[in-house]
């Protein structure tokens, strides 16, 4: 880990280079990739960058798409869900791209077809049910203008705009600090799930033993003298290293299911090696998250797209949305033949054969509730057998 050489100046001209040479390669030759546009720094940065290029090569407009997780008619309140197709809106109308949304209203994200495909794609039980249901119709109406999209994934982790690997509280836990920020909405895994089961897992310790060894592999502290600024370091390592995981196979595998090849512009090597040793108080010399890439791209994004604070992927926030979720679930849990009945907690059956779906409300968050349908829809369809 050598020091950063480069004064504040030099690093943002440097990012801005390398960020222009990681999208340039994604519009050679034939056709130009789509957008995956949110409205937030990372993903309007990519396309100011690609429609800018376009332009310079005498392509027509390229084509951007966002999700729009509002409800028909609302009037753009917090209640109704986040403004991302506005701020997509606004970043598409000022980079010139030919513009299109996908909803998620209605209840269409628990179709058992959509489910059904998302499952297949990743092989494995998720408990993120909504937003990679979302993803995959986001993506296969990608794949319906292009065969080739531009994901804004892993800015984050490169700029630092998580809390997690930024904020002190979330810097300094003794684990992943994604894992130690997201903890409560998996509330409920100790109620559905058999406590035996669990004590056998011990995915607490399984989880300490993971970031004892991570943090190992790079030994931040006995090459960075302040253990704040090593600690940073970590958790970058950690990011690149190990949630990046998680980011690239999802857009692999639901990609994939869609037909589309989705490249990571932010992922590029180039990139990745010269931010890495950067000073914390440099990547946030602002006081904000990612303050190199704003000062970088500032002057091809409208300001109020440039300000904006960083804004999760959005959930469902239709309340039908849990309540099918715990209905499911409970005749789950009252089917004798359910090849997850096994696995989950004794008492449960009991409760649901009095009280119904409600028996599932209290201290049951959506990810456990996902979990467990997940669960059970993978033993069906894989045919697995149990021997515990």
């Not at 390669?25 to 993903?43: T, V």
């Not at 109308?93 to 030919?98: I, K, N, V």
């Not at 989880?207 to 958790?235: F, G, S, T, W």
């Given at each position: 880990m050598d020091g950063h050489p480069d004064d504040l100046g030099t690093t943002v001209d440097t990012v801005r280079a390398l960020l222009e040479d990681a999208?340039?390669?994604?519009?050679?030759?034939?056709?130009?990739?789509?957008?995956?546009?949110?409205?937030?720094?990372?993903?309007s940065s990519l396309t100011a960058l690609a429609a800018a290029l376009a332009r310079r090569q005498g392509r027509g407009p390229i084509r951007s798409l966002a999700v729009n997780d509002q409800e028909p008619g609302a009037d753009g309140g917090a209640a109704q869900g986040n403004e991302d197709h506005l701020y997509a809106r606004l970043m598409a109308?000022?980079?010139?791209?030919?513009h299109g949304?996908?909803?998620?209203?209605?209840?269409?994200?628990?179709?058992?077809?959509?489910?059904?495909?998302?499952?297949?794609?990743?092989?494995i039980p998720i408990n993120k049910g909504d937003q990679y249901a979302s993803l995959r119709l986001l993506f296969g109406e990608a794949r319906g203008h292009a065969a080739v999209a531009l994901s804004g994934e892993c800015g984050d982790d490169v700029f630092g705009g998580y809390n997690w690997n930024r904020l002190p509280e979330w810097i300094a836990c003794p684990t992943f600090p994604w894992v130690a920020e997201n903890r409560p909405r998996f509330l409920g895994?100790?109620?559905?799930?058999?406590?035996?089961?669990?004590?056998?897992?011990?995915?607490?310790?399984?989880?300490?033993?993971?970031?004892?060894?991570?943090?190992?592999?790079?030994?931040?502290?006995?090459?960075?003298?302040?253990?704040?600024?090593?600690?940073?370091?970590?958790?970058?390592y950690l990011a690149h290293t190990r949630h990046t995981r998680v980011l690239f196979d999802r857009l692999d595998r639901l990609g994939s299911a869609a037909g589309l090849?989705?490249?990571?512009?932010?992922?590029?090597?180039?990139?990745?090696?010269?931010?890495?040793?950067?000073?914390?108080?440099?990547?946030?010399?602002?006081?904000?998250?990612?303050?190199?890439?704003?000062?970088?791209?500032k002057d091809l994004l409208p300001e109020p797209v440039a300000m904006r604070v960083k804004t999760p992927y959005p959930n469902l926030r239709d309340a039908g949305y849990d309540r099918v979720l715990r209905e499911r679930l409970a005749a789950v849990a009252l089917d004798p033949d359910s090849p997850v009945a096994p696995l989950l907690a004794p008492g449960l059956r009991t409760a649901v054969a009095r009280d119904g779906a409600d028996a599932l409300v209290a201290g049951v968050g959506?990810?456990?509730l996902e979990t467990a349908l997940q669960t059970d829809a993978w033993l069906r369809a894989y045919r697995v057998e149990l021997a515990l």
């Open positions: 999208v340039a390669p994604h519009l050679d030759g034939g056709e130009a990739p789509c957008s995956l546009l949110s409205g937030g720094l990372d993903s109308e000022h980079a010139g791209t030919e949304e996908i909803s998620l209203a209605g209840l269409d994200l628990l179709d058992p077809a959509l489910r059904a495909s998302v499952l297949a794609a990743y092989d895994t100790d109620v559905l799930f058999d406590a035996g089961l669990l004590g056998k897992l011990d995915l607490a310790g399984y989880e300490r033993d993971c970031h004892r060894d991570a943090v190992a592999e790079i030994a931040a502290a006995e090459v960075v003298a302040d253990p704040v600024e090593a600690r940073y370091r970590e958790v970058t090849d989705i490249r990571v512009p932010f992922a590029d090597p180039r990139l990745v090696e010269y931010t890495f040793n950067i000073p914390w108080e440099m990547k946030a010399f602002d006081g904000r998250e990612k303050s190199l890439l704003r000062a970088a791209m959506r990810a456990a």
